[in-house]
């Protein structure tokens, strides 16, 4: 059985402070300070939209510490997998961003996010092992939402090329991805979307109807249905991450802490607001260790 880390799809949203950050922190606090503490594994969603700075990973580097086996993982630049651009100095300026990531063992994965119109085609499984071979220094996962990419040679080209494969749960839609279970390389990887149906069509955008879209907080039996499947794909995986992206009031965050007691059988700590806004979902789960003292002092 490899090793589960659990986490969430970024962490700088506004509308998780005095949900799942307190409203006013101690000076020179970060929320990486606060997703380390709960979870295992967070997935940076900046470096969709632009090349991350060295230095500025680092920093990111220094704010886990606390936590000996926190991952990241990091989503490919729209540049690559949207406008297909693969400029080589665009590729090493990204690649330049995840190599303290890559140096310090803490990149769990580098995502290839595809849209839903990126069907199964000879000319788009080209494109998918262009980009396994510009980006092979990295464990590479690539998250389809077509149906297509089910078929046989669909999952060849995964297995073929050891991409691993990203199992996701979306909203019901025509031709969408359904939720499988998955291991094409030793790398079992899991996005939770959320089945609001103002998610449909692989939209997952970031406009103002994003927050609408994210906002669905997953029962427990519907919890239960994935603790089924990532167990089977964690028999074989070196690893394996869950990321949950239902964002919306920190959704993400409570199932995130919900689906790791589901799976460890162990009920931990939850942040105070976090509690104090689910109190059902939350009622079993506890403090952390002089919580406020040790990560917000008085001003």
């Known amino acids: 059985m490899s090793s589960l880390y659990i986490g969430t799809a970024g962490w700088a949203y506004p509308h998780w402070n005095g949900v799942v950050y307190p409203k006013t922190s101690g000076a020179g606090r970060h929320p990486l300070d606060i997703i380390a ?24 580097l220094k704010k886990v510490e606390a936590n000996p086996r926190f991952l990241f993982t990091a989503k490919l630049h729209q540049r690559f997998t949207h406008a297909r651009i693969l400029d080589p100095k665009e590729i090493s300026s990204f690649k330049d961003g995840l190599i303290p990531l ?48 089910m078929a046989e040679e669909g999952i060849g080209t995964f297995l073929d090329y050891r991409i691993g494969f990203c199992n996701i749960d979306q909203p019901e839609y025509t031709r969408a991805m ?31 109807v994003r927050s609408k879209q994210h906002d669905y907080l997953y029962s ?5 249905e994935w603790a089924r499947r990532i167990e089977q794909v964690q028999r074989f995986a070196e690893r394996t991450v869950v990321i949950f992206n239902n964002d919306a009031g920190g959704k993400s965050f409570v199932n995130a802490l919900q689906l790791r007691a589901l799976v460890t059988g162990v009920r931990g700590s939850a942040p105070k607001d976090l509690r104090r806004r689910y109190p059902v979902e939350l009622s079993e789960f506890g403090p952390a260790y002089a919580e406020q003292q040790c990560l917000f002092p008085a001003a």
Do not use: C
């Not at 396994?132 to 990295?138: I, K, Q, V």
């Not at 427990?220 to 239960?224: D, Q």
């Open 37 to 60: 503490k709960y979870l295992d594994a967070v997935e940076v969603n900046s470096s969709f939209y632009q090349f991350l700075r060295p230095e500025l990973v680092r920093l990111w």
């Open 102 to 149: 890559l140096g310090a063992k803490r990149l769990g994965a580098v995502l290839l996010q595809f849209p839903w119109s990126f069907r199964f085609t000879a000319e788009n499984r080209d494109f998918l092992i262009r980009l396994r071979r510009e980006f092979h220094e990295f464990p590479l996962v690539a998250e389809m939402r077509h149906d297509s990419w």
């Open 178 to 208: 359904p939720p499988p279970s998955f291991l094409t390389s030793g790398i079992g990887y899991v996005r939770l979307h959320g089945r609001n149906p103002r998610n449909a069509l692989g939209a997952f955008d970031r406009g103002a």
């Open 220 to 224: 427990e039996p519907e919890l239960g």
